[in-house]
């Protein structure tokens, strides 16, 4: 199989506006990740994981190039002294950890400084996806559905049957191939002109976007909020969203300012993100629970601090299809800026169900760390001890802390 990774620009752009706050604030912190299949009927094989094993081992050989570096260089909220640290990092390979104990067959850890096991997270899931499908199934007929779901999306983004006003793909991480990835941003580029309600913003792919002409597009994940919030053993946990915050406005003002809601619940988040952070922050962004709900939710929380919602972003990207954000861009038209970032659906539309694979942090300086987000099933805890000890400092917060609305 030909080598899956071949620059190390082939991450989300997340990844570098959380590594350049981490270089900066947190490049002591250590970092366990841990690999999850959640789908039930998906078995990797002996030979699968050895060509995984391989593919992450040829990663591990890159080095950004002097023109990767002063493509990163350009985007206005990299700084200098991070782009020098790029020049010297490359991946470890020691850092990762290979088994076969999970039902699904394939165990995957990483460990080792947060600076380095972050970045890892994205290359390894298109690993394990585009091995997955080329050794599980016939990979040409999977493209050719492939091929021909994107046209009948492209036509009907052409023909007005979707109403989506800025979109981006946000599909590296569960993409069928870095084949499927460049066509489907290829082909909805090429036809940009002709939407008659959607524009293409960009791609979390920052290699695509480099190669494309496009906007890279991402701010934080999870482990932002996660590590930043728990890292630290001294902090309450409950007030992760304080802590995240706050060294995010340290680090980049009020550049590149979208933030993640549901990383302990979107009900503790409102209690931080009050008149200075919501002011600062150009957005919010959506990624679990109902997304109706949500947004009337946080255009209250606006409205309530004084801020006109339609200065500011909702960004929706929780298992969106073209139909489904369609509803929720007309439900919210005219009363908020309104973003999608739409993943699996394009990157990874085919006859064949898609994985759902995910790589999250388990562990943040020997400690136990947690998502709690608001829906079931998406948080990843290795031990349910310290997530009922995190859901305790949750509640108790939220039942005896009252929170002024004008509080800065």
Request: proline share 2%.
């Amino acid at each position: 199989m030909d080598q899956i990774i071949t620059s190390l620009l082939e991450t989300d752009a997340y990844k570098f506006s959380m590594g350049q706050a981490i270089y900066h604030q947190f490049s002591d912190y250590k970092t366990t990740w841990s690999f999850k299949c959640r789908n039930k009927d998906v078995k990797f094989t002996p030979e699968m994981i050895e060509e995984i094993k391989r593919q992450i081992k040829l990663y591990c050989e890159l080095r950004f190039t002097e023109e990767e570096l002063e493509y990163l260089n350009g985007i206005r909220w990299i700084k200098g002294s991070y782009v020098d640290f790029l020049r010297l990092w490359k991946p470890r390979y020691n850092d990762f950890y290979f088994g076969t104990d999970a039902p699904c067959g394939l165990t995957i850890e990483t460990k080792g400084t947060w600076l380095n096991t972050s970045m890892y997270e994205i290359p390894t899931l298109a690993i394990v996806n585009e091995v997955y499908f080329r050794m599980a199934h016939d990979y040409d007929e999977l493209m050719d559905s492939f091929r021909e779901r994107l046209g009948a999306k492209i036509r009907s983004l052409i023909d007005g049957g979707y109403e989506l006003g800025a979109f981006s793909e946000f599909g590296l991480r569960r993409r069928l191939s870095g084949e499927a990835q460049a066509l489907a941003v290829a082909k909805l580029r090429e036809h940009q002109g002709e939407y008659e309600n959607s524009f293409f913003v960009g791609t979390s792919n920052v290699f695509l976007a480099k190669e494309q002409n496009l906007t890279p597009v991402g701010t934080m994940a999870h482990e932002w909020i996660m590590c930043v919030g728990q890292g630290n053993h001294k902090h309450n946990p409950a007030y992760s969203n304080w802590y995240a915050l706050d060294a995010w406005v340290k680090e980049y003002g009020v550049l590149n300012g979208t933030a993640l809601t549901d990383a302990i619940t979107t009900e503790c988040f409102l209690q931080d993100f009050q008149l200075t952070f919501a002011t600062l922050f150009s957005g919010v962004r959506h990624d679990s629970g109902d997304p109706f709900a949500w947004g009337d939710k946080m255009i209250d929380h606006y409205k309530e601090l004084g801020i006109d919602p339609l200065t500011k972003t909702l960004l929706f990207s929780d298992s969106l299809d073209f139909e489904s954000a369609t509803k929720i861009f007309r439900y919210f038209k005219g009363r908020a800026r309104i973003a999608f970032g739409i993943g699996t659906f394009i990157a990874n539309d085919t006859k064949v169900p898609a994985l759902n694979i995910v790589m999250k942090t388990t562990a943040c300086n020997g400690m136990d760390v947690a998502k709690i987000s608001d829906v079931e099933g998406k948080g990843l805890c290795r031990n349910p001890e310290y997530e009922k000890y995190l859901m305790r400092c949750i509640n108790w917060r939220l039942e005896h802390e009252k929170v002024n609305a004008l509080r800065i």
